[in-house]
């Protein structure tokens, strides 16, 4: 074995020759059937070696809420979508696992902590292109998935940055797809539906959170592939934020139910909504509707014929028509007001000062 120290990365020469950058170590958090560190200690070794060097921990966990061959063929879809969508829970502990890890054996470098910065996450199923779920990732139901994990990220300080994967791609990975998959490729570029559930909260989201409480209905999921099961999960899954001039107020909720809307009753306090406001909402046909992208039909490479909701039925009739990303005036917002979520949604209420 020959080590050649000249190649060593000097921290100290790096930000001498540009203050500006922040360094990062590589790390993860194992968590139930997600063993994606293969080496244990790993992350404390790395604080204890140079926790005081770097800028931030960088968290390859990916989070894919990821199946195995068993589950295609003995789980029904609804099984296997209630387990990614209750899959955000287990992001969040395996957040706060990091955090704790941080807080222990990171020194922190001039006083700070490193933060997390997770360099990639997505709704995938299957990496094998015979699967029966590999195009799942730009159904409705992986909108909701991205939403509430959107959520989890905003809800941990320490977070500091989260890339989604991957912004377009003729395969089933783009948040932007192509609705023509001819080969050689001649895209028809489309947004998915999980491209709609990040822009709730790029475009129709405040700059600072604000407290809530939220009560109602849960459900359980069972463990599936890679994905642990999880005990009392919200069906309605909610956010709050204000603008940062305080005019607006952000009531983001994600109903996780697949079938029916729920009826809330919503208390605001510190703040005096005007009558009038905005609605913004992401919807569709079902849990596995979607815009009508399609994998590149490449010679000589075949796709699985893709498993269809059996309540719904919407996979292989995607359109634009079937998931409905849209805004609207409504005059109900007050102090208290009631409002119906609808199935398997992501809502934003925009409501506006006094």
């Excluded at 957040?95 to 941080?102: K, T």
């Excluded at 912004?167 to 797809?177: H, Q, T």
């Excluded at 107020?249 to 009753?265: E, G, K, M, Q, V």
């Amino acid at each position: 074995l020959l080590v050649d120290t000249r190649n060593y990365l000097d921290p100290a020469a790096m930000r001498a020759a540009d203050p500006r950058i922040l360094i990062g170590a590589i790390g993860g958090e194992n968590q139930g059937r997600y063993a994606v560190v293969g080496y244990p200690n790993w992350n404390r070794t790395v604080f204890e070696k140079a926790g005081d060097q770097i800028d931030f921990l960088s968290v390859h966990n990916a989070y894919a809420p990821l199946i195995g061959d068993d589950d295609e063929k003995k789980r029904d879809l609804r099984t296997i979508y209630r387990a990614m969508v209750a899959a955000p829970a287990n992001i969040a502990c395996n957040l706060q696992s990091l955090v704790r890890q941080i807080d222990q054996y990171a020194p922190g470098r001039e006083g700070r902590k490193p933060f997390i910065a997770v360099t990639e996450w997505a709704p995938v199923f299957q990496w094998e292109h015979k699967g029966r779920y590999v195009d799942h990732p730009k159904t409705l139901g992986s909108a909701l998935f991205a939403a509430s994990a959107m959520k989890v990220f905003l809800e941990s300080p320490q977070t500091q940055m989260a890339n989604f994967w991957m912004l377009n791609d003729f395969s089933v990975l783009g948040w932007i797809g192509s609705r023509n998959g001819d080969f050689p490729p001649n895209p028809q570029w489309a947004p998915t539906a999980r491209y709609y559930a990040f822009q709730m909260f790029s475009r129709h989201f405040g700059d600072q959170l604000v407290r809530y409480r939220a009560d109602g209905p849960t459900f359980d999921s069972e463990t599936v592939g890679l994905t642990e099961g999880v005990k009392s999960v919200p069906y309605l899954d909610v956010i709050a934020s204000q603008s940062a001039d305080g005019r607006n107020l952000y009531i983001l909720a994600i109903n996780r139910h697949f079938d029916s809307p729920i009826d809330a009753t919503i208390s605001v306090s510190g703040f005096r909504p005007k009558k009038d406001g905005t609605v913004v909402s992401l919807t569709g046909s079902g849990i596995d509707a979607n815009t009508g992208t399609q994998v590149i039909r490449v010679p000589g490479l075949v796709w699985g014929n893709q498993v269809e909701d059996s309540q719904h039925r919407r996979f292989h009739r995607g359109s634009q028509e079937d998931v409905v990303f849209a805004s609207r005036s409504l005059d109900v917002f007050a102090e208290k007001f009631a409002y119906r979520f609808p199935p398997h949604s992501v809502t934003s209420l925009v409501l506006v000062k006094r």
